[in-house]
């Protein structure tokens, strides 16, 4: 469940940086529904970042391979290719939680949001979905 906040938080605050390029709401809503899976959000990132850096320099390489680790793990066992079950999330959880909670400080940092507060526009007016 955790890396679903993960990923979420990322593709919140990703659409939010898309509404801060210009693009209307139902567009931006677009563009993010089009990024399937973890890594095209990831990939995604410098496109929309204000200065065109990589994910991994504003949140830190250890989250990164700290998130994409565990959504690896959640993949194999939702495709059934991973057999490990609940040991997996007791060894991945409190490392996940804790890169939730430094993604969240980071994002809220670095761009005054971390994706669970109201979206606004490129002049910082609340938006109304």
Same mark, same amino acid.
């Given at each position: 469940? #955790?890396?679903?906040?993960?990923?979420?938080?990322?593709?919140?605050?990703?659409?939010?940086?898309?509404?801060?390029? &210009?693009?209307?709401?139902?567009?931006?809503?677009? @563009?993010?529904?089009?990024?399937? &899976?973890?890594? +095209? @959000?990831?990939?995604?990132?410098?496109?929309?970042?204000?200065?065109?850096?990589?994910?991994?320099?504003?949140?830190?390489?250890?989250?990164?391979? #700290? @998130?994409?680790?565990?959504?690896?793990?959640?993949?194999?066992? @939702?495709? &059934?290719? &991973?057999?490990?079950?609940?040991?997996?999330?007791? +060894?991945?959880?409190?490392?996940?939680?804790?890169?939730?909670?430094?993604?969240?400080?980071?994002?809220?940092?670095?761009?005054?949001?971390?994706?669970?507060?109201?979206? #606004?526009?490129?002049?910082?007016?609340?938006?109304? +979905?």
């Amino acid at each position: 469940m #955790t890396v679903f906040f993960v990923e979420k938080i990322m593709r919140r605050t990703l659409l939010q940086l898309i509404i801060w390029k &210009g693009l209307s709401l139902e567009d931006a809503m677009k @563009v993010v529904k089009r990024l399937n &899976g973890l890594w +095209r @959000v990831i990939d995604a990132w410098p496109c929309y970042d204000p200065s065109n850096r990589v994910l991994q320099t504003i949140i830190g390489p250890n989250n990164i391979e #700290t @998130v994409t680790k565990a959504a690896q793990k959640r993949n194999a066992l @939702v495709h &059934g290719s &991973g057999n490990e079950g609940q040991k997996v999330y007791k +060894r991945l959880l409190p490392p996940l939680i804790s890169a939730l909670d430094d993604i969240k400080q980071k994002f809220e940092a670095e761009y005054g949001f971390y994706g669970w507060r109201g979206l #606004t526009d490129s002049a910082r007016n609340k938006l109304k +979905r």
